[in-house]
């Protein structure tokens, strides 16, 4: 039956398996992209204003779709992100300053943001001070947001528990 094969010649089924491999491909390479984007900003947030550890968790999972040398780094680095939140909130101290530093991370985004003029002690041109305007402040806003929100999670699931580091491990292996 030659008027059921479309002008290539070839089987609507293989016009469609092509198509499938080709999205297929697109996305896996787009999985890819994302993972590696969000591994190299959570390498970057470890040391910069930012949540650090969670966007190398998200970038190793996005990758552990794809590829098995991610799926077997993501526990180790969700066990140790979440072993860090539980320690994060099991004295007062600590719990203090990680308000008051998700605050001013918060208040450094709206500053940044706003953009007022260079002061007087600037030592290079006015248009090097406070490169990116509402763009780098959004970004500080939303990284103090996830601090916070991370901090009512970590003290909700882990403040006061007797084998903290233990209950960390566990839900870390659970999600």
């Known amino acids: 039956m030659e008027h059921d094969l479309p002008e290539s010649g070839r089987p609507v089924s293989e016009h469609r398996s092509a ?4 999205q297929d491909a697109a996305k896996a390479i787009a999985l890819t992209i994302i993972g590696w984007i969000l591994v190299l900003a959570g390498i970057a947030a470890i040391f910069l204003p930012g949540p650090g550890l969670l966007a190398l968790v998200g ?3 996005v990758l552990s779709t794809q590829y098995e040398w991610a799926e077997r780094r993501l526990e180790p680095v969700k066990v140790r ?4 939140a539980a320690d994060g909130v099991q004295s007062w101290p600590r ?3 990680s308000t008051v530093a998700a605050l001013l991370l918060g ?3 709206v500053v940044w ?3 007022p003029d260079a002061p007087g002690w600037w030592p290079i041109d006015e248009k090097w001070w406070l490169l990116g305007g509402w763009g780098t402040g959004a970004t500080l806003i939303f990284s103090a947001i996830i601090a ?3 901090m009512v999670y970590s003290f909700r699931r882990f403040r006061g528990l007797p084998d903290h580091q ?3 491990e566990r839900a870390a292996r659970e999600d």
């Open 95 to 97: 719990i203090i300053a």
């Open 81 to 84: 992100a979440f072993k860090a």
């Open 148 to 150: 916070l929100g991370f």
């Open 59 to 61: 970038g190793l999972a």
């Open 166 to 168: 233990e209950a960390a």
């Open 19 to 22: 198509s499938k491999r080709s």
């Open 113 to 115: 943001g706003i953009g």
């Open 107 to 109: 208040a450094l985004g």
